[in-house]
């Protein structure tokens, strides 16, 4: 039996990546939540904008809604039901996690999860998501974003490749 180690893509026994899966939630949540302390602590309640490169800057922005601000003016349960909403789908991807064969899939579910979990504990704590990230190129700005989002995006996109270009029989 060889000790060599596994490739992202070589299948494993249900529940092989569960450890590295945890790994990657609780550093994504880490790194989410240093990252929005950080952003808090520099603006205070003082909305403005900090030009870090001509096509980059550090914004405060209270996102009450979802992706790109969609349903943010909604109700005062719409946090609460975003929040819900996050948890139902983070439970399903868990049990997704639990059952990936690939490496790069866990990573990927983990990715997806503690992202989710991050902007959870956003609205939480402050009814909304802390966004801060703002690139831009001639005047047109992406809207703002935050460390959960960018686990959220790169998981779903690397999940996406991984099921496409696998090579794996797939029903």
Not at 37 to 57: A, C, K, Q, S
Request: hydrophobic content about 55%; some cysteine; overall charge neutral.
């Amino acid at each position: 039996m060889s000790d060599s180690p596994v490739s992202p893509v070589t299948k494993a026994p249900q529940g092989a990546f569960l450890r590295q899966g945890f790994g990657v939630i609780l550093f994504i949540l880490i790194l989410d939540q240093i990252s929005k302390w950080v952003v808090l602590d520099l603006f205070g309640e003082t909305p403005r904008m900090i030009e870090v490169l001509p096509f980059f800057n550090l914004v405060l922005v209270r996102n009450q809604g979802i992706s790109f601000g969609m349903f943010g003016g909604s109700s005062a349960w719409g946090a609460w039901i975003l929040t819900g909403l996050a948890l139902v789908i983070s439970a399903f991807l868990f049990f997704w996690l639990k059952k990936a064969e690939t490496r790069l899939a866990a990573l990927s579910l983990a990715a997806i999860i503690g992202g989710a979990l991050g902007n959870v504990i956003d609205r939480v704590r402050f009814g909304a998501v802390v966004d801060f990230l703002d690139f831009h190129v001639l005047g047109y700005h992406w809207p703002a974003f935050n460390v959960a989002d960018c686990a959220i995006t790169v998981g779903a996109a690397t999940l996406i490749l991984e099921s496409l270009f696998s090579g794996g029989e797939k029903p």
